[in-house]
């Protein structure tokens, strides 16, 4: 099991760039995939973006491909998306989650056992 905290939300303008974190305690060598998702206001939850800790291959949602960068420092125990050129319709709450299961498209939440609180991004037109 791990424990996950985010940090690193906050508001912005339109455009503009946010770098969240998401700091792992616990058996971190447990997990075999690491992921960001995101979460708006009467939505679903959906992924963003997934990166295997051993090898660092990412998997992005097609929407988020070019928007966002997820990696990683295995030495930081530390999880990291960075979000460029900001929309508002990327306004949401944040979480990172790990699982045991490989990386694939196909994960959901379902996949994710270990989950963070949250941090909250707003992005204003």
């Known amino acids: 099991q791990v424990q996950l905290v985010e940090s690193g939300g906050g508001s912005v303008q339109a455009g503009g760039s946010l770098r969240l974190s998401c700091a792992v305690s616990?058996?971190?060598?447990?997990?075999?995939?690491m992921g960001w998702f995101r979460q708006a206001p009467g939505k679903e939850r959906e992924g963003v973006a997934f990166?295997?800790?051993?090898?660092?291959?990412?998997i992005y949602a097609d929407s988020m491909k070019g928007h966002f960068t997820i990696s990683q420092d295995s030495t930081k125990n530390t999880l990291y998306l960075q979000m460029n050129s900001l929309k508002p319709e990327d306004t949401a709450m944040y979480y990172c989650?790990?699982?045991?299961?490989?990386?694939?498209?196909?994960?959901?939440?379902?996949?994710?056992?270990?989950w963070g609180q949250g941090t909250q991004v707003t992005v204003s037109s």
């Open positions: 989650a790990a699982s045991r299961a490989y990386c694939n498209p196909a994960l959901s939440t379902a996949d994710f056992r270990s």
């Open positions: 616990g058996n971190w060598y447990s997990t075999y995939c």
């Open positions: 990166i295997a800790r051993t090898t660092g291959t990412t």
